[in-house]
C-alpha cells in the first residue's frame, strides 16, 4: 500500500508542475500576479 501513496504524491506533483509550466507558456503575463491591474477607480 505504501507505493500507491508514494505513487500517487508524486502523480499529484507531476500534474501540478505540468499545469505551472503550461500556464506560464500559455499566459506569460499570468507569472505577474495582477502587477498589470490598475487601481484607479
Given at each position: 500500500?505504501?507505493?500507491?501513496?508514494?505513487?500517487?504524491v508524486?502523480?499529484?506533483?507531476?500534474?501540478?508542475?505540468?499545469?505551472?509550466?503550461?500556464?506560464?507558456?500559455?499566459?506569460?503575463?499570468?507569472?505577474?500576479?495582477?502587477?498589470?491591474?490598475?487601481?484607479?477607480?
Amino acid at each position: 500500500m505504501k507505493k500507491w501513496v508514494i505513487s500517487a504524491v508524486v502523480y499529484l506533483l507531476l500534474i501540478t508542475a505540468g499545469y505551472v509550466v503550461y500556464a506560464q507558456f500559455a499566459n506569460p503575463d499570468a507569472g505577474s500576479h495582477g502587477a498589470g491591474h490598475s487601481t484607479e477607480l
